[in-house]
Nanobody
Framework: QAQLVESGGGLVQPGGSLRLSCAASGSIFSINDMNWFRQAPGKEREFVAHITWSGGSTNYADSVKGRFTIFRDNAKNTAYLQMNSLKPEDTAVYYC??????????????WGQGTQVTVSS
């Protein structure tokens, strides 16, 4: 089994920046891809960003293109979400999601516990 642990959330003023981290640990054979989702109060969880682990290809929700960057550190089994030019509408709980193959060769989608990002003056 694997676990995902997020960190880096907090309170930031509009226009500011935050970097979220998502560290994968446990019985990992390979990481296939990682994603960030977010859920604002009263709204459904929505896709934010995606990265393939081997090639590093990325794609983003239209609402964050040009402001957010997803990248990874293969050696640390960690994905990051660099968020710049933050807006109040970015306020949400951010969740990391990983498509991971365990050493048992079972392939599972894992979720982290979420980290709160609040953009407010």
């Amino acid at each position: 089994q694997a676990q995902l642990v997020e960190s880096g959330g907090g309170l930031v003023q509009p226009g500011g920046s935050l970097r979220l981290s998502c560290a994968a640990s446990g019985s990992i054979f390979s990481i296939n891809d990682m994603n960030w989702f977010r859920q604002a109060p009263g709204k459904e969880r929505e896709f934010v960003a995606h990265i393939t682990w081997s090639g590093g290809s990325t794609n983003y929700a239209d609402s964050v293109k040009g402001r957010f960057t997803i990248f990874r550190d293969n050696a640390k089994n960690t994905a990051y979400l660099q968020m710049n030019s933050l807006k109040p509408e970015d306020t949400a709980v951010y969740y990391c999601n990983g498509d991971i193959t365990a050493t048992s060769r079972s392939r599972t989608s894992y979720w982290g516990q979420g980290t709160q990002v609040t953009v407010s003056s």
